[in-house]
């Protein structure tokens, strides 16, 4: 039974990941901070961008590699959430391939390779602009208590 105030949760995946990624992004100020966009989410499945700013840019004057990760931990994030389960990271691993330059948007693309019990693996490519990777990003999920729109007892264990 839902509470008045608690409108009830989509049955269809799409519309399940929709909801929940809108849910999260509501209070998700880091990547709003960073000028982030969520382009598309799909169950297992996440797409971001992020305009490398002049305040993004390192010593060599390109995008800092911390900044990078953060697109791809959010993309990461997005995608192992869209299930409505909470999902943290467990372990993760990026390797810088080029740099990304000023005035450039990234794009991360964050897929699910597998998804068992508590546990995932999703990988994440940054590309530039012109569609060349960046990054290569894989990171491990945990699903731990609680669901990002709340729900039914299995998705609070």
Request: glycine share 10%.
């Amino acid at each position: 039974m839902n509470d008045a105030a608690t409108p009830p949760l989509p049955t269809d995946a799409q519309a399940l990941a929709e909801a929940v990624a809108q849910a999260m992004w509501a209070r998700d100020a880091a990547p709003q901070a960073l000028g982030m966009q969520l382009c598309e989410v799909r169950p297992g499945y996440a797409r971001l961008a992020m305009p490398v700013r002049e305040d993004m840019l390192n010593g060599h004057r390109i995008c800092h590699g911390g900044l990078i990760f953060s697109l791809a931990d959010t993309a990461f994030a997005y995608a192992c959430n869209s299930y409505n389960r909470n999902t943290v990271a467990s372990a993760c691993h990026i390797d810088f391939l080029a740099p990304g330059l000023p005035g450039d948007t990234l794009e991360a693309e964050a897929v699910e390779q597998s998804q068992a019990g508590r546990t995932g693996v999703y990988d994440v490519t940054v590309r530039d602009g012109q569609g060349r990777p960046l990054a290569l990003f894989r990171g491990k999920s945990y699903r731990i208590a609680g669901a990002p729109l709340g729900g039914p007892p299995e998705a609070r264990a």
